[in-house]
């Protein structure tokens, strides 16, 4: 049972916070402690699912009202360094050698500067007229920046128009960093009608908490304030044990629940109608919802997903097609279409870059899915223009290697091409399946035999970057879920071009990775260490289930069907279903990458997990042995 401290005690925990109080004394002012607070008997307030509605009988002589929502998510505004209490207590040792080489002393130059990153939670549908409201303890004079709408002079009060406002995590820089969040809200001023004020809102979250006060708007005092709580006895949850076809479709139908509650609903955000690629269980909030190539494998998910018999998603079959499909056009419209732009027909695939190979991945795993279902001409044409960037950029660079990404605030492409770039390789093949066009075939060649050559070590493993000006690739990390896109990309190789040698290069790989599965099916972060030094690889055991099936398919091998479900097994043994709402469905991380670039060691739920997860299912379901 989820319940919301009491005004008192809420206040008490916040104060002993680092930084970041969601709600202090100043902020209800003096009448706080006067014994205003909590003052229900004069608030009614009513809740029916995500909608609460107040009204408050006043006197004559207030004709205007200001309603401050404060919500439970912000008792503590994360900063973008913060150590979880999970994390390994040895120092430097999780990065120094295993992870990220020099992450730590990035981590620790970070803390030591000016300025800081916090990410205040707004989890309310957002009015007509509403806006976001920062107070500030002010230590001296200084910046900040919200949303990445410019550095500007910092003030004891902030508010933040509801146009600049995204939902869910909300980016604050503060510089100096002494300069601290005394509260933070939204606002919307309200008109006084005989007497009474009536207001509504809708929440993001079913199980919101939180504050709510109404202060006079010309004299800031704080007329009446009332805690909203949330002691719903959730039902218990279990799609079952073992496997079984309806153990299957069950863990689907959660699956398809929670990815479709990660949409963007925000109209006013760039990214309005795609997904957030991180739950965040830590800070109760839905993170980073740029990352445009991920929504690929949510889209196949849910599309398929529609047509199987018995997948309960809480909406109609048609209107989860009809998801799969927004998700679709939304993606299109993220291409850079400007044919002078340097990276022209590349795919704005994160707030800061145009990934040649991530746009291709969506052209695999988003585009050409929805293709096959609707006949929408589009994808073939987006996806002609982006396999036209790739061969644009092996024409430039003869072959040998091609920038991972090009970043729009240098505006130049960068240095260095990973081993994730097999990614695209689904990308090429599939436009080929669809077309039948040689174009696609022999480009589809053309980057996995310059992959090969630049990254394939004596051991048939690839080394993790190649860099432009040296020419030569760093030595393998082992990062499970990376060489997971590396079977994936060379799958979908080999299924156009069987006569090149691809499978043979997947099933080198496969054994080598294969070997170190635990015995219940998972797989470590890094497959040359253990679980108990790295944690679970949660995305690479939902991911590795699917391609072990395909592996299965395509060579009739026992060992990977066995495997591969084993794997599924796992991930459906740890699928959520605890007391946070939000997280029902999803599949929780721990471990350096589980926020994938921040939030290491916090429990999280990174939506592709999910998505993964569930095509991985779907391949399942489509084998003999499961089916009806």
Known sequence: MIKYDGRRSFIAKTATMTAGLAVSVSALNAGCAAGNVGNSGNIKLKRYGRSISISLSLSDTVNLVDIRLFSGANRYIFEYDDVSPHAPKVENEQTKDVWMPG?????????????????????VVL?????????????????????DQGMKVIAEEIRIPKEQIEYWGN?????????????????????????MVNFEFDTLR???VGLISVHNADTKELIAST???WDAKLSEVSTGTGLSRQR?????????????????????????????LIYDMSAKTRLRSAWCWAWGPSAKMLLESSAIKGVDAGISSTALRQRAVDIGHNTLRRQIIDPTHPAYGAIRTSAGEASTVDSLFLVGWGWMPLYRATGDRRYIEAGEKVAETINRLMDEHEDVWIPQAYVFEREDWKEIMSFESSMGLPGLAGLYMETGDNYYLDTTIRLADLLIRAFEKENGL?????????????????????FGYIIDGLIEAHKVAPDKGYLKKVIRITEQVLATQAPDGSFAVRFDRSVEFVGVGEKATALWSGLLIRLYKLTGNKTYFTAGMKSLEWCMDHQYFGEDVSARGGIVGRSWPSGITFRHWFDVIVTYTVSFFGNSLLEALSLDEWKE
């Not at 503060?174 to 509260?183: A, F, M, V």
């Open 206 to 208: 079913d199980d919101w």
């Open 103 to 123: 992450y730590d002393e990035m981590a620790a130059a970070r803390r030591q500067s000016s300025r800081e990153q916090r990410f205040p939670v707004v989890d």
């Open 462 to 482: 690839w080394g993790v970057f190649f860099k432009g000006k040296t020419k030569k690739s760093s030595s393998v990390n082992y990062w499970t879920k990376a």
């Open 171 to 195: 980016s604050l820089i503060l510089d100096p960093k002494t300069n601290s969040i005394e509260s933070f809200y939204l606002s919307s001023g309200v008109i006084v009608v005989d007497s």
């Open 248 to 276: 299957m479709i069950r863990s689907l139908s959660w699956a398809t629940r929670f990815v479709l509650d990660c949409q963007n609903t925000n109209p006013k955000s760039d990214t309005y109608g795609g997904e957030f």
């Open 127 to 147: 009015k007509e007229g509403m806006e976001a409201v920062i107070e500030f303890d002010l230590k001296q004079s200084g910046e900040y920046s919200f949303n």
């Open 227 to 229: 805690d909203v709580l």
